[in-house]
């Protein structure tokens, strides 16, 4: 039976993070999930399923000292305070199958040019410590990955979550195989931002139009000038206006518009796209579900108007 999507989703019920009463809805994984199939906009057959990221995929990226604590539950107190999540062997779990993945999205979007996790986009992780939600750099983890193989040497990470992705630009920051683009809120957590290859920083409350004509011709350019064999793409749910822990002002459908817009300059020039999620705190968290389920959409789109990246580019 044929699925409705012309790309794969990698999904697993292990995603939830089990958080409980949270600021971070770790059940969106799950929702995403039941409201793809709810409103028919993909079938089961569309769907992957990861395994856990192997220790030594994580090693290239994570020192063995953050890994080793992780696994054991030797967090210090001030390693769960900068994690800002509690701390259970669940937590591991689901990061290193959401780790899974991303690594599965990045090698499946090589050979069918799209492929969407519906977790990941971890970016504010460092090698040697978790901050902001974020214990392992999923991203990062997958780039490493696919260099390692041979898969690709050049990638790009496109990063939209309302947050500087500083743990991607602290990893990337010397190494010139990897381009980082992070489009966030200037006065917002993190306090330190290491320098992505370009930052856009966003004034508050900027919306659709201004945020738009800032990141678009910077993503067009960024491809022009490094030529990527991969984007990865952090999308982020929390620039819309009604986000908790956000202070942008983008509407759903600027958005959408967003997504779609870096998918068609990846897709125009022949270049596969794996995407993430990452943050998204509205106060209902039906936006938030609604805005990463627009992600797919916005790459079935995109998909289905040039079919494949290897005829666009001819
Ligand atoms: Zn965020």
Known sequence: MKGSLPFKLVYHDGYDLHLGAHVFPSQKFRLIYEMLLRESLAKEEDFLRPVQAGDEDILRVHTADWVRRLKMGTLTASDVMRLEVPYSPELVEAVWLATGGTILAGQTAMLDGFASN????FHHAYPNHGEGFCAIHDVAVAIRKLQADGTIKKAIVVDTDVHHGNGTAAIFQNDPTVFTLSI??????PGHKPP?????????RVEDEEYLGALIPAVQQALENFQPEILFYV???????????????????????????VFEEARRRGIPVATTLAGGYARRVEDTVRIHVNTILAAREVAIAFPSGAAARS
Request: glycine content about 16%; proline content about 2%; charged content about 30%.
């Open 118 to 121: 519906l977790s990941g986009g």
């Open 184 to 189: 966030h809120q200037l006065n917002n957590y």
């Open 196 to 204: 992505s290859s370009i930052d856009l920083n966003m004034d508050d």
């Open 235 to 261: 999308g982020g749910a929390d620039p819309y206006c009604e986000d908790q822990l956000g202070g942008l002002s983008l509407t759903k459908e600027g958005l959408k518009r967003r997504d779609r817009s």
